[in-house]
């Protein structure tokens, strides 16, 4: 008999002990519930899932919560189409907003015809090992390594490496991102609107003869697109030119006719770039032999 009245205190304990955390449970959801609007996963699931953080949030989820506080507009996503941004608009009841595209742009334009190679590197094949070993062997410490690290991280197939070892970007599918600027060990990519045509295709900071003696299409520091231009548009600086971009209503083709190597460019609205008038033509289509000079 006792051992009855032990079990049935031990069976009135648990369900009393039972209760209680249930209640506790109850409690602690209404007092710590956080609301999130249904809507969230509505507009996340029209969204791309690229996670590429071009639209300014580190991922779609975070940028589909923005969207619904209004923090961001739907035309800040580049991956979707517009008619899907338009479709997200109307369903949140909000403008799509304007967002001028942007794009990746090359800041070498130093093929293996027209850059010498002064050390053969034979270690890991792309540019961030190459960069750990005394730069890559490149003539020019500032050149394009051209082992590809920017078209293998590019999740959009949006950059080709030519067979020149010249990484070339597809404007139409180019989504901003970032990656190709993060993984390049040489700082060569910047992100631009396509409203910025005026472009220095070289980070050279070498100035004339000795810089020239590496890449025949380097930046020589030679200023005439800076003499050329409305004054306070490009600046030579470090021996290399420089667009101010706050002034770039006042850009035209004047600024690269007369560049000798043609490292100052313009971009047409179809894509690409045009080298001036005075450019010097290339015609060589190999690769330059290796030298050490």
């Known amino acids: 008999m006792p051992d009855m009245n032990m079990l049935m205190v031990a069976v009135a304990f648990m369900a009393g002990l039972g209760l209680l955390l249930a209640t506790v449970l109850v409690i602690a959801n209404r007092l710590l519930f956080v609301y999130e609007d249904p809507r969230i996963d509505d507009v996340e699931d029209m969204l791309p899932k690229a996670n590429c953080g071009a639209c300014g949030s580190p991922g779609c989820r975070p940028f589909a919560e923005g969207l619904i506080a209004g923090k961001y507009d739907p035309a800040q996503c580049t991956v979707n189409s517009k008619e899907m941004n338009k479709y997200i608009a109307d369903f949140l009841g909000v403008a799509m907003g304007n967002l001028e595209k942007r794009v990746a742009r090359l800041a ?3 093929g293996d015809h027209v850059a010498y190679i002064r050390a053969s590197y034979a270690g890991m094949k792309t540019c961030r090992g190459a960069a ?3 730069g890559g062997g490149k ?15 590019c999740e959009f197939d949006a950059i080709h490496m030519t067979r020149l070892g010249l990484p ?12 190709c600027v993060d993984v390049c060990p040489k700082d060569l990519f910047e992100l631009h609107p396509v409203s910025h045509q005026l472009f220095v295709a070289c980070r050279n900071l070498e100035k004339g003869d000795e810089a020239e003696a590496e890449c025949e299409v380097i930046c020589t520091a030679c200023e005439r697109c800076a003499v050329d231009s409305p004054e306070g548009l490009i600046a030579i600086r470090d021996n290399l030119a420089v667009i101010d971009y706050s ?4 850009a035209s083709r004047v600024a690269i ?3 000798p190597t043609g490292a ?3 971009f047409d609205k179809k894509g690409g770039y045009q080298v001036g008038k005075d450019a010097r033509k290339i015609v060589r289509k190999e690769p330059l032999p290796v030298s050490s000079r």
């Open 257 to 259: 006719e007369r560049c």
């Open 132 to 134: 750990l070993v005394s």
């Open 168 to 179: 070339v970007v597809n404007e139409d599918l180019c989504t901003a991102c970032g990656d």
């Open 264 to 266: 100052i460019v313009w």
């Open 247 to 250: 002034k770039n209503a006042l």
């Open 139 to 153: 003539g020019c410490a500032w050149g394009c390594l051209g082992f590809g690290d920017c078209e293998s991280e």
């Open 108 to 110: 070498c334009a130093g």
